[in-house]
């Protein structure tokens, strides 16, 4: 294990508006971080890798979602989602049997129906990836999980949906990844690679004092640790910017 999920973090042109919302919908609690920002707090008994950072940004969301955090329904349907704000961009129809919705500053995300055998709240973090059995190898072994690339009907009853998405044949999925708290972590088929930062991004708590190993093992480093930035800005094989932070960094 060269590193462990810490948290998510999330672009805003408005962090208080977009926070409040997924602090409702997640049955969190909204924190002014003091700095413009703020922070989703899952509530307890939730791991504090639920937390979502929501960060104010200049530059408006362009192109399609490329990650986001799937919900399973506690609900018959999504009415109480698209109450707290969301807007339904897809029904269940012939190809898929789930909801797509976008949260109040667009970014699309899935609403699975509820099932007697899994809790209600975020289930999948989802990834749009050009080889997404790649990604799910390379994550599985930087996090001390398993990649599992069984057919996307069984490892991923989400499948695609996303508008502008291919058919989730493919998608390959890690599990039991240090630190992770849900229950997947899906890379699917994207049918053109990314551009545009991503609006969603994950950090992770290294292991060692550096990023060295992280590196060694195929992490580009974007930006040096300073005094003013106490994490390390990262990409993965793909280009997906995430945030290392050394050992001792608080929850």
């Known amino acids: 294990m060269i590193a462990r999920f810490k948290d998510l973090c999330l672009d805003a042109a408005d962090p208080r508006l977009l926070g409040a919302f997924w602090a409702e919908?997640?049955?969190?609690?909204?924190?002014?971080?003091?700095?413009?920002?703020?922070?989703?707090?899952?509530?307890?008994?939730?791991?504090?890798?639920?937390?979502?950072?929501?960060?104010?940004?200049?530059?408006?969301?362009?192109?399609?979602?490329?990650?986001?955090?799937?919900?399973?329904?506690?609900?018959?349907?999504?009415?109480?989602?698209?109450?707290?704000?969301?807007?339904?961009?897809?029904?269940?129809?012939?190809?898929?049997?789930?909801?797509?919705?976008?949260?109040?500053?667009?970014?699309?995300?899935?609403?699975?129906?509820?099932?007697?055998?899994?809790?209600?709240?975020?289930?999948?973090?989802?990834?749009?990836?050009?080889?997404?059995?790649?990604?799910?190898?390379?994550?599985?072994?930087?996090?001390?999980?398993?990649?599992?690339?069984?057919?996307?009907?069984?490892?991923?009853?989400?499948?695609?949906?996303?508008?502008?998405?291919v058919p989730a044949t493919g998608v390959a999925s890690v599990v039991d990844a240090a630190g992770f708290p849900w229950q997947r972590w899906i890379f699917e088929p994207a049918p053109e690679r990314r551009t545009v930062k991503n609006r969603m991004h994950w950090d992770v708590t290294l292991a060692d004092p550096t990023p060295a190993p992280l590196i060694r093992h195929g992490a580009t480093l974007l930006r040096e640790r300073t005094s003013d930035l106490p994490w390390w800005i990262m990409a993965d094989p793909e280009g997906n910017e995430f945030c290392a932070f050394p050992p001792d960094s608080p929850a």
């Open 25 to 165: 919908v997640l049955g969190g609690r909204l924190v002014d971080t003091g700095d413009g920002d703020a922070r989703v707090d899952a509530a307890p008994p939730a791991s504090p890798a639920e937390s979502i950072w929501v960060n104010r940004v200049p530059e408006p969301r362009t192109g399609r979602t490329r990650v986001r955090l799937d919900l399973r329904l506690a609900e018959a349907g999504p009415e109480r989602l698209r109450a707290a704000g969301a807007r339904l961009v897809r029904e269940p129809d012939s190809e898929i049997d789930w909801w797509v919705l976008a949260d109040p500053e667009g970014n699309l995300f899935a609403a699975l129906p509820a099932r007697a055998d899994t809790r209600p709240g975020p289930c999948h973090l989802v990834v749009d990836a050009a080889d997404p059995a790649a990604q799910a190898h390379w994550w599985a072994r930087a996090l001390g999980g398993r990649a599992d690339l069984r057919p996307a009907d069984s490892a991923h009853p989400a499948g695609s949906g996303v508008p502008g998405a």
